[in-house]
């Protein structure tokens, strides 16, 4: 992702607030493992203060404090398809599924900026990684029921 272009007033404040933050993302370390195309997408953000959802992040982490002295919640649907292992072998299973996820933004005590997904809502089970501490929830959201009734799964 690049900046696109825009006029010189609105680039030099957007140029302040964005400071310090890469616009650029980084080469991946290492081979595609997956590839996936998101499609659809929105971000809706909320500001919330950064002690009400300080006690949610895992330690050594910490909610990401922007310029207007917030933090954010952000609710992310869309779909995903074009699921392929490497750069070349498409997944079947996966096709085409609405997956929706509700994100913190964090930072660690070493700088480094990462989001914290407090929920991931998707029709496929295996997306949902499993964490010791929280169920897997496998829920139907419209699209490709796996349950013929179109029932939500939890596991």
């Known amino acids: 992702m690049t900046n696109a272009p825009s006029s010189p007033a609105a680039d030099s404040a957007g140029s302040a607030a964005l400071a310090g933050y890469p616009v650029t993302p980084p080469p991946l370390?290492?081979?595609?493992?997956?590839?996936?195309?998101?499609?659809?997408?929105t971000f809706v953000h909320w500001p919330v203060r950064p002690e009400s959802v300080a006690h949610l992040f895992p330690p050594g982490t910490r909610p990401d404090v922007f310029a207007?002295?917030?933090?954010?919640?952000?609710?992310?649907?869309?779909?995903?398809?074009?699921?392929?292992?490497?750069?070349?072998?498409?997944l079947p299973y996966f096709g085409r599924f609405l997956e929706t996820n509700v994100r913190l933004y964090s930072i660690d005590d070493a700088g480094r900026h990462g989001v914290l997904f407090r929920s991931l809502e998707t029709a496929r089970l295996a997306v949902v990684a499993r964490h010791p501490d929280r169920p897997r929830r496998f829920l139907h959201l419209g699209e490709d029921a796996d349950d013929a009734a179109g029932r939500p799964h939890h596991v």
């Open 29 to 41: 370390p290492g081979p595609v493992t997956f590839d996936q195309r998101w499609g659809e997408l």
């Open 68 to 90: 207007d002295e917030m933090t954010y919640v952000a609710l992310v649907p869309f779909v995903m398809s074009s699921t392929k292992l490497g750069k070349a072998l498409p």
